[in-house]
């Protein structure tokens, strides 16, 4: 019945897949080429690429992809509960909603949740490292401590607070806390890099130069720490991913009847031996989705190594 | 430094420069410790020293790129153009850098930035400075390529730093810092890290720029050969201090002290029958602990008492040529210890 937006989204997967792999044919000596290139030709990454194409597009679609409506409950006695079968792919929950439907919505929702939550931690994370790194003295030494501090309150328990206490929390909040929790990681590489950016020929050159404060910043040292940030953003969205499922599962997350991928594991968790297709199917997208993005990121680490420039 | 009606005023004039490094505790590192000297328009001076002698630190503090724990010394004085660059603030002093002083280095690779290709760096140098648009300031990129030799310019400037060979980075490098046609270029080792085939082009290529733009030129070095081919007047320093300062020609033929005497001793010279070079005892002293008196003293083979115990001035040798070494007031003691220090080399 959707079979031509199915179509649609595969064929603009490929096409969008096809561009990148494209993009890395020009010969240019631009690192960023080069690194696309060097990505492209590592098959597991690029594979793990366009599996996240995939499912963003799967995402940005769910409306016209999926089924059924994802909080629709048809029957809630005859329908509820159906193992996987044509009409329903993934089968349908005790509520008889049709797992395949929420699993396409839970992506939307779990994907925005995890890539904006680590839009916010990269952003805060990279201009405090910055801004440690390249002030540098006293300020330096109280803002890691500061990070310190920071890191050694457990992120879980702290959020499971935060949201038990501030129930039924909503998803703007929700992105935030995980964000405004997250970017301890993301600050300490940005700094590290930064120190030692600062000390480089290229920034007393710059400086010579007649450069400020705020070009060096802005032109020579944060183009040159993008690819630690990217790769800690790749990795950190697989993290965030976890997070939300976890909270979700504990029924903290994202609230019901919303769908997300943490909390349809938690819709199914009780009758897991008979009703398998429940928490099954979510968690497989959890599972598929987190690999991908952890394969991504270790071929942009490769990928993005200075390094391997001259090579 | 007053005017006599013919000498032209100098473009910088550098007073009692110091610059040290307050590295905590009671240790101060005395990198550059009293400098002066001055630069004219037109000329080339060359600094000459080895490693640690403060030449480098001398030409960061003259655009005031030390940072901390370094600290240009209050009593220092700075002048360029008519101005005292150290009572400048920061806006005033960054629309000096690259622009009225411009500063090229010795290595062109960690210099210049890898995620921009060279056309964009050097249009960078032009933004900064003057209201130029992006396409304005790119076709004065290649225009500067271009002039500074390097072939097919217009494609040169998308390529980047790591595409480039050492000489063009180089070219490219002094691409960025003419770009504004400055008064003065401090070129600090600029040619150090080069092939020696391509150090004489690079050199060649700064004369013909400076005969061209009309500029000055600090040439900081530690090779005597370079300073031979390009300055017109030479500062020599020892120790964070100019230890002597001469017309290039003087120097060469007839340098007074005992340094530069080791320093050119140091150096291979056409029909020399040496088979090996002499060296300068020893190395140069800590900057947190100068040696009492003269700082030469503990590696000089002339020294004697007067040297240990008493700070040599700056002597009056000749015209331009001043040396702070005591055998200008007892210049009986060169003969003396001629024959003992004239025997060692040729063992």
């Not at chain 1, 003295?137 to 890691?144: E, F, L, W, Y």
């Not at chain 1, 130069?209 to 790769?231: F, Q």
């Not at chain 1, 429940?278 to 599972?287: D, K, N, R």
């Not at chain 2, 040619?191 to 150090?199: G, N, R, S």
Request: charged fraction near 15%; charge should be neutral; aromatic fraction near 6%.
């Amino acid at each position: 019945m959707h079979t031509l937006t199915w179509i649609a989204a595969a064929v603009l997967t490929t096409l969008v897949c096809g561009a990148i792999a494209r993009a890395g044919d020009g010969d240019s000596g631009s690192p960023w080429r080069i690194a696309l290139t060097r990505l492209r030709d590592n098959h597991t990454a690029f594979a793990a690429l366009c599996v996240i194409v995939a499912l963003l597009i799967v995402a940005a679609l769910a409306p016209w992809l999926a089924p059924y409506s994802p909080i629709a409950q048809p029957d809630i006695v005859k329908l509820k509960n159906l193992p996987p079968s044509l009409a329903h792919p993934f089968g349908t929950d005790f509520a008889s909603r049709d797992v395949f439907s929420r699993a396409l919505y839970g992506a939307r929702v779990s994907l925005s949740v995890a890539l904006l939550a680590i839009v916010v931690s990269a952003s805060v994370g990279t201009a405090y490292g910055a801004i440690a790194g390249y002030v540098g003295g006293r300020i330096d030494t109280i803002m890691m401590r500061l990070i310190d501090a920071g890191l050694s309150v457990p992120r879980i328990l702290l959020l499971i607070a935060v949201l038990a206490l501030w129930a039924p929390v909503p998803l703007p909040v929700l992105v935030l806390l995980l964000g405004l929790t997250g970017w301890f990681g993301v600050s300490r590489v940005v700094r590290a890099q930064v120190l030692s950016l600062r000390e480089r020929d290229m920034v007393v050159a710059a400086r010579a130069l007649g450069a400020s404060d705020r070009e060096i910043l802005w032109r020579h040292i944060l183009p040159n720490v993008l690819s630690p940030i990217i790769v800690s953003i790749t990795l950190g969205i697989a993290n965030v991913l976890i997070v939300e499922a976890g909270l979700s599962y504990l029924g903290v997350g994202v609230r019901p009847p919303s769908a997300s991928w943490g909390n349809m594991i938690l819709d199914g968790a009780d009758e897991i031996a008979s009703l398998w297709w429940i928490s099954t199917f979510p968690g497989l997208a959890i599972v598929v989705t987190v690999m991908a993005f952890n394969l991504l990121g270790d071929g942009l680490r490769d990928a993005l190594d200075p390094r391997q420039v001259d090579g | 430094m007053t005017s006599s009606p013919s000498a032209s005023a100098p473009l910088l004039s550098i007073r009692d420069l110091s610059t040290w490094f307050h590295t905590g505790g009671r240790s101060v590192s005395r990198a550059v410790d009293g400098v002066s000297f001055d630069v004219m328009p037109h000329e080339t001076v060359g600094l000459v020293g080895e490693s640690g002698c403060g030449k480098s630190v001398t030409s960061l503090s003259i655009l005031r790129l030390i940072e901390r724990p370094g600290r240009i010394e209050p009593g220092s004085r700075i002048d360029f153009e008519g101005r005292d660059l150290l009572s400048l603030d920061d806006r005033a002093i960054r629309a000096i850098r690259g622009n009225r002083i411009s500063m090229i280095f010795q290595e062109p690779m960690t210099s210049l930035n890898p995620v921009f290709n060279v056309g964009d760096q050097i249009a960078e140098v032009a933004r900064v400075h003057s209201r130029a648009s992006r396409r304005e300031a790119w076709e004065r990129a290649v225009d500067m390529l271009q002039q500074v030799g390097v072939p097919a310019p217009a494609d040169r400037a998308r390529e980047y730093p790591h595409q480039l060979s050492g000489g063009l980075r180089q070219r490219a490098m002094i691409a960025m810092a003419l770009m504004m046609h400055p008064a003065l270029l401090i070129a600090d080792e600029p040619t150090t890290a080069l092939d020696v085939t391509i150090q004489a082009q690079i050199l060649e290529l700064l004369a013909e720029l400076q005969a061209r733009v009309g500029m000055s030129i600090l040439l900081i070095t530690h090779d005597l050969g370079v300073i031979a081919e390009s300055a017109t007047r030479v500062l020599v320093m020892y120790a964070g201090q100019i230890v002597e300062e001469a017309p290039v020609r003087t120097l060469f033929d007839a340098a007074h002290h005992p340094y530069t005497e080791g320093l050119l001793s140091a150096m291979p010279r056409l029909g020399d029958r040496r088979e090996r070079l002499t060296v300068i005892p020893g190395t140069v002293p800590s900057p947190t602990q100068w040696p009492a008196g003269c700082r030469f003293h503990d590696r000089c083979a002339y020294a004697w008492e007067r040297c240990r115990t008493q700070v040599p001035p700056l002597y009056q040798i000749g015209a331009g040529h001043v040396s702070r070494c005591h055998l200008a007031a007892e210049p009986a003691r060169r003969q003396a210890s001629g024959a003992a220090a004239g025997a060692a080399p040729a063992s």
